[in-house]
């Protein structure tokens, strides 16, 4: 196969094995059909505990865990039952939405505090078996119902390129999206961009959309002769459901030096019906 531009869009693997017993003891919500399964296992609680855990420090969209413990904690809410059941978080990353910087980790951490959900920072899973999940330190927690975020790997085909870092990832110029390679781009989950922080741009369906405009906008030009000038400008935002019919609101920009420049609006009605005709907007558009 042969071309004259190629744009990388593979996104990023699930890789739910590199913890033992992690799929065999837990559920996740991070795809379809894991949602689906879990939903009985939430409905059907009615004392003991929940443990939410990142399964690795990077991750698909760096809301998600924390969504998912504040939906679960209103659906045990609604049922009656949240004075007999706990939930914790346990983060394998040093703060929540680190990446998003230093303001919003402490509106997250006051959220989860808000609705007595217990988080810990910092604390790795090693290990699952029935009711019991294993940490990098040692300790060890007792479980009824374990939902994780799985640890994501760059796809097989793009690992074994030559594209590839050591880290099996696309490392691109930022702003461009561009590779080493004359005329190949990649954009998304399998694109690595390294922020000042120390951290890469988080992996969300936001920037890959903002990338692909950049990228289309600037194979256009070269087609038509005109200088490829669309920017990649690291803006983005995402809403952050907390049930009951409300969500919070994070954007700015992820470039932004010396870190980046996050606003995060409060939990509201009106965020969580912005989050829905967000939603609708892009199903129609892609669906």
């Not at 190629?6 to 913890?19: N, P, Q």
């Not at 006051?110 to 810990?120: C, E, G, K, N, V």
């Amino acid at each position: 196969i042969s071309a004259d531009h190629l744009v990388i869009s593979l996104g990023a693997d699930y890789a739910t094995d590199d913890i033992e017993g992690l799929a065999e003891h837990g559920e996740t919500f991070a795809t379809l059909e894991g949602a689906q399964a879990l939903a009985p296992h939430i409905n059907s609680l009615t004392k003991g505990r929940v443990l939410v855990v990142t399964a690795a420090p990077v991750y698909r969209c760096p809301a998600a865990p924390y969504e998912s413990a504040f939906l679960i904690d209103a659906a045990l809410r609604r049922s009656g039952v949240r004075s007999d059941v706990e939930v914790s978080v346990h983060s394998a990353e040093p703060a929540p939405m680190g990446v998003a910087g230093a303001n919003v980790s402490t509106a997250v951490t006051s959220l989860l505090a808000d609705r007595s959900i217990d988080y810990r920072s910092s604390h790795q899973i090693s290990h699952v078996e029935s009711g019991r999940a294993e940490f990098a330190d040692g300790e060890v927690e007792p479980f009824d119902l374990l939902v994780y975020m799985p640890p994501i790997r760059s796809p097989k085909v793009v690992a074994t390129s030559m594209l590839a870092t050591s880290l099996g990832w696309i490392e691109v110029n930022r702003e461009t999206l561009s590779t080493n390679f004359s005329g190949v781009y990649a954009i998304g989950d399998n694109a690595q961009i390294p922020l000042s922080i120390g951290k890469p741009l988080p992996r969300a369906g936001v920037f890959a959309h903002a990338q692909a405009l950049v990228v289309a906008d600037n194979i256009a030009a070269v087609v038509n002769g005109r200088s490829p000038d669309s920017r990649f400008d690291g803006n983005g935002g995402c809403f952050i459901e907390t049930g009951f019919s409300k969500a919070g609101y994070g954007s700015g920009n992820f470039f932004a030096e010396p870190s980046p420049q996050v606003t995060v609006r409060p939990p509201s009605r009106r965020m969580h019906l912005g989050k829905v005709a967000f939603e609708y907007n892009v199903m129609k558009r892609w669906l």
